[in-house]
């Protein structure tokens, strides 16, 4: 059974950082792709940061030099570093998975392993 338990969120101001983690068990597969996603009430899921089983990573133009996907394997664990934090990034952040190869979709209905969810709230 695949779980993904998400962690680091909290409440920090406009400028700061945040590291979010998600450890992954029972997901034990060579091809796949990793992502974060986040939802606001009233607006649809979107796509932060993806990164596929060769470390290939991609950015969502709204993050892109701010926020930075990475994974360490030995730990099952993905992360995602984020600075220089505005108050449009507030959002529910999800993880998510799915086993495929090759470049990573940002369309979250392509995903099919979920976490619960962890909250970032930045003010201003």
């Known amino acids: 059974q695949v779980q993904l338990v998400e962690s680091g969120g909290g409440s920090v101001q406009s400028g700061g950082s945040l590291r979010l983690s998600c450890v992954a068990s029972g997901f034990a597969y060579r091809s796949y792709c990793m992502g974060w996603f986040r939802h606001t009430p009233g607006k649809e899921r979107e796509w932060v940061a993806v990164?596929?089983?060769?470390?290939?990573?991609r950015h969502a133009d709204s993050v892109k030099g701010r926020f930075t996907i990475s994974q360490d394997n030995a730990k099952n664990t993905l992360y995602l570093q984020m600075n220089s934090l505005k108050p449009e990034d507030t959002a529910m952040y999800y993880c998510?998975?799915?086993?495929?190869?090759?470049?990573?979709?940002?369309?979250?209905?392509?995903?099919?392993?979920w976490g619960q969810g962890t909250q970032v709230t930045v003010s201003s």
């Open positions: 990164i596929n089983s060769d470390g290939i990573t």
């Open positions: 998510a998975a799915v086993t495929r190869w090759g470049l990573c979709p940002g369309d979250p209905a392509e995903y099919n392993y």
